[in-house]
């Protein structure tokens, strides 16, 4: 594994680059996540084309993009779920460099497994355990992956289950909880692990709408609490009200980014203004 320190840049990059149009929130710490020169391909299909994106740390950022943009292989890319082509991506000075002919090495492997021990992702289908009940879904990962001893790793969980409001349903299984409570428990699940950054793929695609605001409303507290998160969404109040950053990708890479203000009232790009222009029409 390399860990690199992370250099500083100076001058921020321009819209379209990979870092901030305009001025950084208070708020915001170092650099915490770098992807730089990011290519996948899968086969013959050229899904991301040299994408660079820069998060920092306390920063909610918000990729919108229409189906097949690249921002959920590009999510995916970050922890290593799909491994890039090209590029390489760092997180919390961890270094990673794509490398797809020594992708099965041991060493390879065991790099990844650190890089995603930095970066949790939450899903649009939940996937929890079925036979575990809430309680045990959250420790399970800190007690045999992290070795956290078990009375700590319970304590943290019964904090991050009361946080997302079901600490009284720690004793249940998931078949007895709404598709609501099943995210709101993974996410809970993604926290006691305290990653670097937590990857948000769509979390309420799968959700009937009455159970949408439930998860989004967790979500957008953790972002104004300071979780540092990348979510690929289609929600476009839940990004307005909590994004720090939103950021449009379109045909593989970054069109333009900013402030919510900026991207969703006053877009630049005619790729950015179609697809909010569907959003205004529904």
């Avoid at 708020?27 to 660079?52: C, P, Q, T």
């Avoid at 290593?80 to 090495?105: K, M």
């Avoid at 420790?139 to 991050?160: H, S």
């Amino acid at each position: 594994m390399t860990s690199n320190a992370l250099p500083d840049h100076g001058t921020r990059p321009a819209p379209g680059s990979s870092g901030y149009a305009g001025s950084l929130p208070a708020h915001v710490g170092d650099v915490i996540v770098r992807a730089e020169h990011v290519e996948k391909y899968f086969g013959s299909n050229h899904v991301l084309r040299g994408v660079d994106l820069e998060v920092r740390q306390r920063e909610a950022v918000m990729l919108l993009g229409r189906s097949g943009s690249g921002k959920t292989t590009m999510l995916r890319c970050i922890n290593f779920l799909e491994e890039p082509t090209v590029g390489s991506i760092e997180i919390d000075g961890l270094r990673l460099e794509a490398d797809p002919l020594h992708s099965r090495s041991r060493e390879h492997q065991e790099q990844i497994r650190q890089m995603r021990l930095r970066a949790g992702m939450l899903f649009q289908d939940f996937n929890l355990f079925p036979h575990m009940t809430v309680l045990a879904n959250c420790i399970e990962a800190p007690t045999r992956v992290r070795g956290v001893p078990r009375d700590e790793a319970v304590a943290t969980a019964e904090r991050f289950l009361d946080k997302v409001g079901l600490l009284n349903r720690r004793d249940e299984y998931p078949a007895r909880l709404s598709g609501g409570q099943k995210q709101r428990v993974a996410i809970a699940r993604a926290l006691c692990m305290e990653p670097k950054v937590l990857l948000f793929d769509e979390p309420t695609s799968a959700l009937d709408p009455e159970l949408i605001g439930e998860v989004l409303r967790v979500m957008e507290d953790l972002a104004h609490e300071g979780t540092t998160m990348i979510v690929v969404t289609h929600e476009m109040h839940f990004a307005r009200q909590a994004a720090d950053r939103v950021v449009f990708m379109d045909e593989g890479v970054i069109c333009e980014q900013g402030p919510p203000e900026q991207i969703l009232d006053h877009p630049e790009k005619d790729a950015t203004k179609r697809f909010l222009r569907r959003f205004l029409i529904e």
